[in-house]
Every structure is written in C-alpha cells, then in structure tokens.
C-alpha cells in the first residue's frame, strides 16, 4: 500500500498532538503512576482504531449522516470530559507507591467509552477512510490502517502519560502537582466546550 507510510505520518499527528485523551493520560499518569494509566491508553488506543475499522466497513459512516446523532455524540463527550475535568481539578495528589489508593474516576471501560462518543474520533476515522482507502481490497486496506493506527497511537499516548510521571518528579511537591492537574482540568474543560461553543 503505498498510502501506509503517508497515512503513519498522519496517525502521529493524530495521536501525539494535545486533544482531551493525552491530557486525561497525563493528568491521571500524574496522579496514579504508570501502571494503572497503561489500560486506559490501551482503551482508548484501541477504541479509536476500532472506530476506523467500524467506519472503513461502512458501520459507523451512516450514523454519522445524521445531524442529531452527531449533536447527541458531541454533547455526551462533553457533558463526560467536564464531570471528568472536576473531577481532576478536585482531586489530591495521590502517592505513586505501589499499595497506594488509585483514583477510579478514569478506567479502560470509561476511556473506550469517551473515544466511541467522541465526534472527533470518528470524522478523523471517515477522513482516514476517505483518503487512505482506494481501489480494490478495501476491507484489507481498513485493517491495516485500523492496526497501523493502534500501533503508532499507543506509544505515542505512552509518551504522554511519561510526561505525566515527569511532572511530578519535576515539580517535588504535591502542591505544584495538584495545581498542574487543576491547570489540566481547566485546559480539558477548554478543549470539551470549545468545539460546541464556535
């Protein structure tokens, strides 16, 4: 497929730049270490490949053709992103020791489900569609690019939730750290209403 290493590039993008998933990873990376961070990356990673796989198989393109739909999916992202940017903003700073309590606000299951109502993700999936998919064997061609897009987005999403466990190294002190989580709570709540709002 000549498009693959086009269409890499493109899912880089996708993936590494700021949207309200990496900044989820990295809040809660920050908060809960690596570990319990590592299923929610993977949720998300493969919810949205799973999106590309739906739409390149002409699933999810017809829900989307209808404008209420897209309303409901939108606001349902952002009525979740804002109860998850509280709940951030008013945590504490939990230790990253192994026996430590773990915050449950965020899960793979919750992760998933944020991807799979998330209007972003799928007109991203009909744009890789659209433009990565042609010719002959098209079903082939959506697998590929459903599991090229799974393996290029989950280290990129890791390397968010490293930035997130190097904050807090950086930062020292709890204090710092719960106001950069609160910082990141507030730039969730910009990037849920902004796309609503204009």
């Keep these: 497929m000549e498009t693959l290493l ?6 880089f993008v996708a993936a590494i730049t700021p949207g309200p998933t990496n900044i989820l990873v990295l809040s809660h990376s920050s908060r809960n270490g690596l570990g319990p961070t590592v299923p929610i990356i993977f949720g998300a990673c ?5 999106i590309v796989l739906a739409v390149g ?3 999810g393109e017809t829900a989307l053709q209808f404008p209420l739909v ?18 951030i903003f008013h945590s504490t700073q939990l230790s990253l020791d192994v026996d430590a309590p773990r915050d449950k ?3 793979v299951v919750s992760a998933a489900a944020l991807q799979m109502v998330n209007p972003k993700v799928w007109m991203m999936a009909v744009a890789v569609v659209s433009v990565f998919v042609s010719g ?11 599991l090229s897009f799974l393996l290029v987005s989950l280290p990129c999403m890791t390397l968010w939730a ?4 190097g904050s807090v190294r950086l930062l020292g002190s709890p204090r710092a750290v719960r106001r950069m989580n609160q910082a990141l709570a507030i730039l969730l709540l910009i990037s849920a209403w902004l796309p609503v709002l204009i």
């Design 6 to 11: 086009p269409f890499i590039m493109f899912a």
């Design 46 to 50: 493969l919810a949205a490949a799973l």
């Design 57 to 59: 198989l002409g699933i």
């Design 70 to 87: 897209q309303q409901v999916m939108a606001w349902a992202a952002v009525l979740w992103l804002s109860w998850l940017a509280w709940q």
């Design 105 to 107: 606000s965020l899960n």
């Design 136 to 146: 002959a064997d098209k079903r082939t061609q959506v697998v590929i690019l459903s």
């Design 162 to 165: 490293l930035l997130g466990l």
